[in-house]
């Protein structure tokens, strides 16, 4: 593997917990700390297929607890906005639920 790339993943490796974050906004708060896609801008939320993708990197650097944290916020926000979702005009990220399987199942193959 070329040099570049190695130097890459180490800087990411370095700075996983640079990103980590406790939720902020008020009318979605979690109840664990999360690694958005990005350190800053605009990407500060955890219902983007990123997640997914983040998660697997945090397994394979061996920073399961964060990819735990992901995976368990997406599983507390699907219990607390499906009946909402299925009742309600009120807006829910569908995205949750189309990435939540895949994540669990990533986490849970550690297992």
Known sequence: MEQKYIDTHEFIKRR????????????????????????????Q?????????????????GEVQIAKWNTDNLIYLLKKYINKLLGSNIFCPLTIFKLLFPVVSSYSSLK
């Open 16 to 43: 996983w917990k640079d990103g980590l974050r406790e939720t902020q906004d008020p009318d979605y708060p979690l109840p664990f700390p999360f690694e958005p896609p990005c350190v800053d801008g605009l990407f």
């Open 45 to 61: 939320y955890l219902f983007y297929w990123d997640t997914f993708f983040t998660n697997r990197g945090l397994i394979l650097d």
